[in-house]
């Protein structure tokens, strides 16, 4: 597996600059009714890396938290 450290980095930075597209959509078309899927698809892709970096540090906290929240990007994405 990939080291652990470089799965976090790649977690936090796709969670933190996941709202860029739905802030810009916004801003361009000065309407905030609909969702970007493109924040969707990046912060799905970083609950992703942050649930695959809590199984690889072993951190049952982390784990437990974004394996839920994966479960929620799923069924709001579906």
Do not use: E
Request: charged fraction near 10%; include cysteine; charge should be positive.
């Amino acid at each position: 597996m990939t080291d652990p450290n470089l799965l976090g980095m790649i977690a936090g930075t796709l969670t933190t600059v996941a709202f860029v597209p739905q802030v810009l959509k916004t801003w361009r078309s000065k309407s905030a009714k609909d969702v970007s899927y493109g924040m969707f698809l990046i912060f799905s892709t970083g609950v992703l890396f942050w649930l695959f970096y809590g199984i690889a540090i072993g951190a049952a906290p982390i784990v437990v938290a974004f394996d839920h929240a994966g479960f929620g990007c799923c069924y709001i994405g579906a």
